[in-house]
């Protein structure tokens, strides 16, 4: 690699920045405080390898405190903003490099050089968000001097932009996810008002008999039996003998109840105790709780599978 000439990259201005903003950006990416990921950690160590050093970070900056999404050589989460290099790193307009910070004013009475981990060298390329709100920075740190050469800072910067896709396509992904949460509860509402409107408009029916409307509750419909131009309804009490075709009471009758298994019969789903070769043993219990011996209701060879669809089979 192509070596570069020493620069004080520390005393380079730094650009103001708008804190409300810039904070608020940050938290915009619900990134703090996240378990590690190995994209980040790959970055991270891949910054290492290039620039030949023990530590590298990916380094966010939040209000009080910097904490690092991914480390590598260290043992901590986050330090005390005050503290961090990045807090400067992330303002430069190129990647801010500080080749001996024992001996750079600005950092040598900082108890990261003074004490653990005995930062000597230190590099940073800031993470810079779409609309340019730095939110931290990928650095790569020695305990010794050094310099990066030319081809190593070009490589931080490239990796810089990856952390920053990176975290830009977690975002995204969140508020899609989001997104979707929220259209699913929007269908299960709707969904949950169509079943209530259904079932209040279709809970009962009225039928004509001897000259009189009947009123029949569904619920109470055990079974439909085709008569001729007639059809029997046999309810929980009483069965009623109307004018009328299969047709005719397929369509009226709440279809996520009843099902077609017959020619002859429809039959109300949760009046199903047994299914027993191609019949249905329906529950004939009276509305005075008397228990009769299970009606039995022959099953169409067409019908069976569509029936068989619609109960809950383990």
Known sequence: MKSSKTTNFAAVPLRQVNEPERLETLHSYNILDTDPEQVFNDLAQLSAFI???????????????????????????QTPREHAFCQYAMRAPDVYEVADAALDPRFAENPLVTGNPNIRFYAGAPLLS?????????????????????????????????????????RVRAQLDDE????????????????????????????????????????????????????????????????????????????????RIHRKYIVRLDRIVAIEAD?????????????????RVPIGSSYKAGLLNRLTLV
Request: net charge neutral; charged share 25%; glycine share 6%.
């Open 279 to 295: 019949a249905a043993l329906l529950d004939d219990s009276s509305a005075n709780g008397s228990i009769r011996t299970p009606m």
């Open 51 to 77: 620039c030949g050093t023990p530590m590298s970070l990916v380094s966010l900056i939040d209000t009080e405190r910097q904490w690092f999404k991914a480390r590598v050589g260290l043992d901590m989460q």
């Open 130 to 170: 779409p609309d340019g709100q730095p939110l931290g920075t990928l650095c790569a740190l020695d305990t010794v001097p050094r310099q990066l050469t030319s081809d190593q800072r070009e490589a931080l910067r490239v990796l810089a932009r990856q952390v920053m896709a990176h975290l830009e396509l977690r």
């Open 180 to 259: 979707r949460q929220k259209l699913d509860g929007v269908l299960r509402m709707a969904n949950s008002t169509g079943d209530s409107l259904f079932s209040s408009g279709r809970a009962e029916i009225f039928v004509k008999q001897d000259q009189r409307l009947v009123r029949v509750t569904t619920a109470e419909l055990q079974y439909v039996e085709a008569l001729g131009d007639y059809v029997n309804l046999h309810t929980t009490r009483e069965r009623l003998t109307v004018y009328g075709t299969m047709k005719d009471f397929e369509a009226k009758l709440p279809g996520r109840d009843f099902a």
